[in-house]
């Protein structure tokens, strides 16, 4: 399969597209938001609060149905601050459940590859007995940082592929 940019940001990267999604949809209070910032890249970034049951952050970003059949893995081009985060993706934007990678970052630019047979299913946190992510159908990616303790993060994005 040819490689596939599903998206790069830069200084005319369009976000109308992303949508933040925090654990406030639960109560929680944690909070953040996402811009580009003046380098051009994806900049995510916020603080994770336990209180009220809280816990998570995250971004989301929906498009028209993707097929990835012949595909093996994402390619995500990030730096990060440390903290682990976890790449997840859904079927269809409808569903509850998401398919989950977690991994860890660096200071540093690195290429975080997500084999498809690795992203495993989890419903608000808890693994589900379903099969794993087939690559039949994408309709969403989303990062997300939920470490169960209060902390601030960054993550900077560059470009997200499918190869």
């Known amino acids: 399969m040819k ?3 599903l998206f790069h940001f830069d200084h005319s990267c369009d ?16 909070s953040s938001f996402i811009i580009c910032n003046t380098d051009g890249k994806g900049l995510f970034n916020g603080t994770v ?13 929906t498009f028209d149905s993707l ?3 012949d595909a093996k893995s994402f390619s995500v081009r990030l730096k990060g601050d440390g903290n682990v985060f976890q790449f997840r993706v859904k079927n269809k934007i409808s569903e509850a459940h998401s398919y989950v990678f ?3 970052t660096t200071t540093d630019w690195q290429t975080i590859n997500v084999p498809i ?5 989890a419903f608000r946190g808890q693994k589900l007995n379903l099969p794993a992510y087939d690559g039949k159908q994408l309709q ?9 303790k209060n902390e601030t993060f960054e993550l900077v994005i560059e470009s997200i ?3």
């Not at 047979?117 to 299913?121: A, D, F, Q, R, W």
């Not at 969403?140 to 169960?148: A, D, Q, V, W, Y």
Request: hydrophobic share 40%; aromatic share 10%.
């Open 117 to 121: 047979s690795e992203l495993k299913p």
């Open 49 to 61: 609060s336990l209180e009220n049951n809280g816990g998570f952050c995250a971004v989301k970003y």
């Open 140 to 148: 969403e990616i989303t990062f997300l940082i939920g470490n169960k």
């Open 67 to 69: 097929s990835l059949q």
């Open 15 to 30: 976000l109308s597209q992303w949508r933040i999604v925090n654990d406030s949809v639960m109560g929680g209070i944690s």
């Open 3 to 5: 490689p596939l940019l």
């Open 161 to 163: 592929s499918i190869i």
């Open 102 to 104: 977690a991994f860890e």
